[in-house]
């Protein structure tokens, strides 16, 4: 394998081949350089994405990354592979750096969030949720910082996600429907054209898609009094990702005559935030 460009300390992109791959080795951006060659045993991990818009966001996330945090996130995989029995894919890499990079975000202005799921998962995927509280204990040992069990809710999907069968066609092609409606309410309201090839709306079609299936199932959530008062907090930072919760408010409830809980709210504004932050400021 040739070095084609090194992106921090511990991460390359090599040429294997026909292909482009990434490959993890702590050091390799002191110890080498482009065009030097790398041997498969210097090698700790490597990822192999299927597609360009993979290797885009990959690359994005792997270059603007910790870069202890790609080890942190190799450790968790193998954990959780371990306990779970299961080969991850190169692509779970990446969505648990992405959501580690917003955990850590949100850690930092204190944004925690109750999750409507937690007793769900922990009665229906007690391993996952294990894996999940795992995964917490090593981000707070490498981080420094203490994190709420609730957080392990999400992580414990990400591996949930990773071994459930394929929706039914029917439903698949009903949950895309909603998706687009969801998806075309909050460019109307905020007058813009969401960037489908950016890693902040891979990010919020995943959430949705959680979100949606609940929607389906009649799964939503009661509310959560300990959520309130984050509620209220981004509900006045955020006035404009607030009026499109609203509207979604309005299409679940005439579609499936279902109401949304403060704690499903208050996931939606904080995601709708982030994923049209940056185009609200280029307008």
């Known amino acids: 394998m040739r070095i084609k460009q090194i992106l921090n300390n511990n991460v390359a992109l090599v040429k294997r081949g026909g292909h482009e791959i990434f490959v993890v080795s702590k050091g390799i951006g002191f110890k080498k350089q482009k065009g030097q060659l790398v041997r498969d045993e210097e090698v700790d991990k490597m990822y192999i994405l299927d597609s360009f818009d993979m290797l885009d966001h990959f690359s994005y996330l792997l270059s603007h990354s910790d870069p202890n945090d790609i080890i942190l996130i190799n450790n968790i995989i193998s954990y959780a592979e371990k306990e779970l029995q299961f080969q991850a894919s190169d692509y779970l890499s990446l969505t648990l750096l992405d959501h580690l990079e917003f955990l850590i975000k949100r850690v930092e202005k204190k944004q925690y969030i109750k999750s409507p799921l937690i007793w769900d998962v922990k009665r229906f995927y007690p391993k996952h949720f294990q894996v999940g509280i795992r995964a917490l204990r090593m981000i707070e040992e490498q981080k420094g910082i203490q994190l709420p069990d609730d957080e392990a809710v999400s992580i414990s999907l990400h591996f949930v996600n990773m071994e459930e069968s394929k929706i039914a066609k029917q439903d698949k092609v009903s949950e895309m429907q ?49 959520t309130l008062g984050l509620y209220q907090q981004v509900s006045q930072l955020y006035p404009a990702a607030f009026k499109a919760v609203q509207k979604i408010k309005v299409y679940i409830q005439s579609q499936f005559d279902s109401q949304i809980s403060i704690d499903e709210e208050t996931y939606l504004i904080l995601h709708i935030r982030r994923v049209t932050e940056r185009l609200e400021e280029e307008k």
């Open 178 to 226: 909603i998706l687009g409606d969801i998806i075309s309410i909050i460019e109307k309201n905020f007058h813009v054209k969401l960037d489908e090839n950016s890693t902040n709306f891979l990010r919020f079609t995943n959430h949705l898609q959680y979100f949606i299936q609940r929607v389906m199932k009649g799964e939503l959530h009661n509310e959560g009094k300990d």
